[in-house]
């Protein structure tokens, strides 16, 4: 297969599978300027599946930069407005939306932690509504990758600069599965595995977790009426779609007061255009007491202050260490791949798609149910071969769900 047959694949891949279009279905599409030609291609696919309208909105990360480095300090605390009721407009008209993410995970070095925080709240508050439909699932909205030259450079130093983009891409292709035959059908077989995993969760109706590895030992208590789900949603018109591609987890919500200990991450966070590394976060009842990291504390810690539910976790995602794309023995620094390669958490929002009943409710609703509310959703790595998980079912017996990085069943 050439890698033109490839690119179409991929992009057939995102519009079929990824967003499931629609007819007559809107579609908006963010990304940056770096994916132009691969973004017109996306495009095209999703007429011909037929989508009613597709707009585009082009970040760009030289202008993004020089935002941050000599805008006025009031603009970071504004959010546009128009950027807000496009998204509103969106899901009023039952659209779909794709991230087409090719950012540098070192744009924003440098950057003051506090003009990240302060414009990271403001689009927050802006985008409430907006985050509570992707949340909620009640549109249809995937995130999917293409290569950089800086990302591309940041993940294949070693190799000639000229031999980087290529590599990326190649790698990207593997773990998406395209061309390994039919890409529709190869998801098809995918995530029925993965459903299949979830379900067998869902029978066992655990209590509790314990999850123990080097630097590792935590407890996570899960919510009554929990749901493990895979990668495969459902919007509110019961349209599937998925939101990640790739992806290779099976998640669920822990209760927000139950967890306590501490958990080391494994793989780097690249988090707002900066690298948090090497860093350990210490949980009672459900929230940070203590964060410690060699790179990036200043802004880990920021990001844990960002509202009340940031100091507490809203997901547990179990994925098993020899993943395809943590058999690749690559680091992506791109949380969309990463969080693929190993079990992870994430600080902030719960998805309220992951207790019964609790789809649609207000934050006070959701917080009765044991959820936790925040505007921000930030997954990290702590999966490893050496990680054992074990399981506290209602009756108290305690078994295992995973041995040294694997499922125990």
Known sequence: MSFQQKLEEYAELIVKVGLNIQKNQPLLINTTTETIEFTRLVVKKAYEAGAKRVDVNYSDGP???????????????????????QRD??????????????ENPDLLEGVSVEKISNFHKASGKALENYRKAVMN??????????????????????????????????????VVRIGEGTAVQQWKEHIENLESRASLLNAKRYKKLHYIAEGTDIQVELPKGHIWMSGASKNEQSVPFIANMPTEEVYTAPLKTGVNGYVKNTKPLAYKG???????????????????AATGEELLKELTQTDEGAKYLGEIALVPHESPISASNVLFFNTLFDENASNHFAIGEAYPTCVEGARGLSPSELENLGLNTSIVHEDFMIGSADMDIMGELEDGTIEPIFKKGSWAF
């Open 89 to 102: 407009e969106l899901i009023e008209n039952k659209g779909a939306l794709l991230w087409i993410d090719a």
């Open 274 to 292: 900066n690298v948090i590394d090497n860093f350990t976060l210490t949980f009672e009842n459900g929230a940070i007491t203590k964060v410690e």
């Open 63 to 85: 202008n993004t930069r020089s935002f941050y480095d000599l805008a006025p300090d009031e603009a970071f605390h504004e959010f546009p407005k128009w950027a807000a009721m």
């Open 137 to 174: 699932d009640v549109i249809t909205w995937s995130i999917i990758a293409m290569p950089s030259e800086k990302w591309a450079a940041k993940v294949f130093p070693q190799l000639p600069e000229e031999e980087q983009m290529q590599a990326l891409w190649e790698l990207i292709f593997k």
